[in-house]
Nanobody, 127 residues
Framework: QVQLVESGGGLVQAGASLRLSCVVS????????MGWFRQTPGKEREFVAA????????YYANSVKGRFTISQDNGKNTVYLQMNSLKSEDTAVYYC????????????????????WGQGTQVTVSS
């Protein structure tokens, strides 16, 4: 059993920064991959970024590459998403997710491959 709890969302102006956190509890495998997804009303869940629990590999959606950075701190059992140069298009509920098998990096963008999900945290970017 794995439990994920996100925090750090809020209301900010375009160009500002936010740092999201995801605390992981329960059983965690060394092969686990941690991902961030986002969703707006009426749209499918969209991949944002993912990282192996070991921190060796990271993968980003083209829409956030160069602006967002995913990282992890095993000592704190926490995964982070540093979001810089935020745009109104980034407004969404952001979800933390975990999958138990590493697989190919390109597969990390598929929401269906993840086994556990957090409750989400709202990020709103005003123009």
């Amino acid at each position: 059993q794995v439990q994920l709890v996100e925090s750090g969302g809020g209301l900010v102006q375009a160009g500002a920064s936010l740092r999201l956190s995801c605390v992981v509890s329960g059983r965690t495998l060394t092969s686990a991959v941690m991902g961030w997804f986002r969703q707006t009303p009426g749209k499918e869940r969209e991949f944002v970024a993912a990282i192996s629990w070991s921190g060796e590999s990271a993968y980003y959606a083209n829409s956030v590459k160069g602006r967002f950075t995913i990282s992890q701190d095993n000592g704190k059992n926490t995964v982070y998403l540093q979001m810089n140069s935020l745009k109104s298009e980034d407004t969404a509920v952001y979800y933390c997710a975990a999958r138990l098998s590493r697989g190919q990096i390109v597969s990390w963008s598929s929401a269906g491959g993840y086994h556990y999900w957090g409750q989400g945290t709202q990020v709103t970017v005003s123009s």
